[in-house]
């Protein structure tokens, strides 16, 4: 038979007592204190918080780019975008009937829309009538923002033609 004795001296051993709830109390939140230390030193790494370099500055310059945006609409032109994991872009542009619009000057870049970090400039460069293409290196999977302006000698030094796109590149 079992000794009485010795079960009450197990079940006191066994009991829980402050100390042990105290401990596990410390354990649990110094786990949650050890991830969101983790999190936010990634956060701070991978973000600036920058949205924009000059905000006071573009925001006095806010309705020239809205009469910048109706000017583009009234040409009627339109693009086809396309955007490789090899690192390949692809940008056609035509007018309101079809035909393609030529001479233009693309500069630009690509990044992602997290973080400037790896961000790159591009250069378009017309290879066929109304085509304008330029190769970067290899694109992981993911968001990309691509951003392009265009100049034309018909229009002088500033944009006739801005193009800003997400895009979701899958392998």
């Not at 690509?110 to 970090?117: L, Q």
């Not at 694109?139 to 951003?147: I, K, R, S």
């Amino acid at each position: 038979m079992s000794n009485p004795g010795r079960v009450a001296a197990e079940a006191a051993r066994r009991e829980l007592k402050g100390r042990h709830v105290l401990m596990m109390l410390i354990a649990f939140f110094g786990v949650v204190f050890s991830v969101n230390g983790v999190f936010l030193a990634q956060a701070l790494q991978t973000y600036t918080g920058v949205v924009s370099v000059e905000p006071y500055v573009k925001g006095l310059k806010y309705n020239d780019r809205i009469a910048a945006g109706e000017r583009q609409a009234k040409l009627g032109w339109h693009e086809t975008l396309s955007l490789g994991v090899d690192g390949a872009i692809s940008l056609a542009i035509a007018d309101d009937g079809g035909r393609p619009v030529r001479g233009l000057k693309f500069v630009g870049s690509i990044g992602r829309p997290s973080t400037n970090s790896r961000d790159r400039a591009v250069a378009l460069v017309e290879t066929d009538p109304g085509r304008y293409v330029a190769r970067t290196t290899a694109l992981d999977e993911g968001t990309w923002v691509v951003a392009f302006e265009a100049t034309s000698s018909d229009h002088g030094a500033d944009p006739v033609y801005r193009l800003r796109r997400r895009i979701w590149l899958k392998h």
